[in-house]
């Protein structure tokens, strides 16, 4: 894959839908698109649970919060609005991720969210995706 200008595209891969990130040697990072409503709904009441019991000072969730599972976007992209760019475990081998194939690109919101997810998580995240997005702007 070449990683110019594929920041944001929506692909499809071994039957599932991710964001493309970035590829890094033989790494290419992805964000898997919940599009399961049930499952969004989960995940982000979790997070706002989680939010809400780490503002009261509870430590537990407080580290909690530092986990990639609650780092994601709500989309508004056509096809993909609801659904969840989850970045929790982002790196796959490049060379299995070589077929794929293009569904559509996130809307300027979404890529905008992204990529303020990814910058305000960098603790979280893998240091090659939150550099690669700090050089975007």
Same mark, same amino acid.
């Given at each position: /894959?070449?990683?110019?200008?594929?920041?944001?595209?929506?692909?499809?891969? $071994?039957?599932?839908?991710?964001?493309?990130?970035?590829?890094?040697? !033989?790494?290419?990072?992805?964000?898997?698109?919940?599009?399961?409503? &049930? /499952?969004?709904? $989960?995940?982000? /009441?979790?997070?706002?649970?989680?939010?809400?019991?780490?503002?009261?000072? %509870?430590?537990? *969730? !407080?580290?909690?919060?530092?986990?990639?599972?609650?780092?994601?976007?709500?989309?508004?992209?056509?096809?993909? &609005?609801?659904?969840?760019?989850?970045?929790?475990?982002?790196?796959? %081998? *490049?060379?299995?991720?070589?077929?794929?194939?293009?569904?559509?690109?996130?809307? &300027? &919101? %979404?890529?905008?969210?992204?990529?303020?997810?990814?910058?305000?998580?960098?603790? *979280?995240?893998?240091?090659?995706?939150? %550099?690669?997005? $700090? *050089?975007?702007?």
């Amino acid at each position: /894959m070449d990683g110019l200008n594929l920041f944001g595209t929506i692909i499809e891969w $071994k039957g599932s839908k991710y964001v493309y990130l970035i590829e890094v040697g !033989q790494i290419t990072y992805l964000a898997k698109i919940i599009e399961d409503k &049930e /499952m969004a709904k $989960k995940l982000i /009441m979790r997070r706002e649970f989680v939010e809400r019991t780490s503002l009261q000072g %509870d430590l537990n *969730s !407080q580290s909690r919060l530092n986990s990639p599972l609650y780092c994601f976007v709500i989309l508004s992209t056509v096809d993909f &609005e609801g659904a969840l760019a989850l970045l929790h475990k982002l790196g796959y %081998d *490049s060379t299995s991720a070589a077929d794929y194939s293009n569904l559509n690109k996130l809307n &300027e &919101e %979404d890529l905008e969210g992204l990529k303020e997810e990814i910058k305000e998580n960098e603790n *979280s995240l893998p240091p090659e995706v939150v %550099d690669y997005v $700090k *050089s975007l702007n």
